[in-house]
């Protein structure tokens, strides 16, 4: 199964849920966490800190990682680091992130 095919169905989930989100653990390491995550289009996850380091890789749409000073955009097939600073992200459109964590 491809992350899109899985991703289809995260979004479906996301579409029916009233959080407008669905998430699936892709892998959970002794170091690294992987989660793929669906949020439809002006879905919100609130503003939050970062454990540690992390990146954001957008598979499909465009979402939008906000921090006091900035906003950076992030589109399909894009990776970036997710800011240290406090920051939230919003979905533009339908989407589907990668979000990747290093577990200390």
Same mark, same amino acid.
């Given at each position: 199964?491809?992350?899109?095919?899985?991703?289809?169905?995260?979004?479906? +989930?996301?579409?029916?849920?009233?959080?407008?989100?669905? /998430?699936?653990?892709?892998?959970?390491?002794?170091?690294?966490? @992987?989660?793929? %995550?669906?949020?439809? &289009?002006?879905?919100?996850?609130?503003?939050?800190?970062?454990?540690?380091?992390?990146?954001?890789?957008?598979?499909?749409?465009?979402?939008?990682?906000?921090? #006091?000073? #900035?906003?950076?955009?992030? &589109?399909?097939?894009?990776?970036?680091? &997710?800011?240290? +600073? #406090?920051?939230?992200?919003? &979905?533009? @459109?339908? /989407?589907?992130? %990668?979000?990747?964590?290093?577990?200390?």
């Amino acid at each position: 199964m491809t992350l899109l095919t899985m991703g289809a169905g995260q979004l479906d +989930e996301a579409r029916v849920s009233s959080a407008g989100r669905a /998430s699936r653990t892709l892998h959970s390491g002794t170091r690294l966490r @992987q989660t793929l %995550i669906a949020l439809t &289009a002006g879905t919100r996850m609130n503003e939050h800190q970062s454990p540690g380091d992390a990146t954001v890789q957008c598979l499909q749409g465009h979402v939008t990682l906000h921090t #006091r000073e #900035r906003a950076i955009a992030v &589109a399909a097939g894009v990776l970036v680091d &997710a800011p240290p +600073e #406090r920051h939230d992200l919003v &979905a533009d @459109q339908d /989407s589907l992130v %990668i979000l990747t964590v290093g577990v200390s």
